[in-house]
């Protein structure tokens, strides 16, 4: 027996067969004609939907998603705010990076869910899977002093601009 999930996709196609697919995942769980063991056993292993019933911290902005690698299929929780901070290293449970979150947003039902959840979730599991090269945002403070003047230090130019 499937335990209930809110990220399960289930469409009815042209020839009236159905198709279910894994929202978290982006992967077909049963295509039409097809066996319902491979799903359960894919559906069964997965921890998201007992960590969204159970766990309070379940968020609004919390984007659960679902991996294939060699090793397998891996579940992470990752943030729509806060994946980027370290897109290789996703959180494995709410505990890890949602308990305490001070953005932190009561999750509603799937009915309620914001315009784009599913489009925001691919994004973030492109992200997850290639992510982008690590930036280099404050590499020129400092450089735009002409190069007769003594360099400043950051904290210098820092307080400049804070200060006047």
């Known amino acids: ?69 060699s090793h397998g299929i891996k579940s992470y929780f990752s943030c ?23 953005y932190w947003f009561p999750r509603p039902p799937r009915q309620g869910m914001i315009t784009g959840y599913w489009a925001e979730t691919e994004t973030i599991r492109k992200t997850i899977l290639d992510p982008p090269p690590p930036s280099n945002r404050f590499a020129d403070w400092g450089s735009s002093s002409p190069p007769w003047l003594p360099r400043r230090s950051r904290w210098r130019m820092i307080l400049s ?4």
């Not at 290789?88 to 308990?99: D, L, W, Y």
């Not at 601009?161 to 006047?164: D, E, Q, S, V, W």
Request: hydrophobic fraction near 35%; aromatic fraction near 8%.
């Open 1 to 69: 027996m499937l335990k209930p999930c809110e990220l399960r996709i289930e469409k009815t196609l042209e020839d009236g067969g159905k198709e279910v697919t894994c929202g978290a995942g982006g992967f077909t769980l049963k295509g039409p004609g097809d066996a319902d063991g491979p799903m359960e056993a894919v559906c069964g292993a997965c921890p998201i939907p007992d960590e969204l019933r159970n766990d309070r911290w379940a968020c609004l902005y919390l984007r659960p998603i679902r991996i294939r690698d």
């Open 80 to 102: 729509r705010w806060f994946y980027l901070l370290n897109p290789a290293r996703q959180p494995e449970s709410i505990k890890t990076f949602c308990h305490g979150c001070i």
């Open 161 to 164: 601009r804070i200060l006047g």
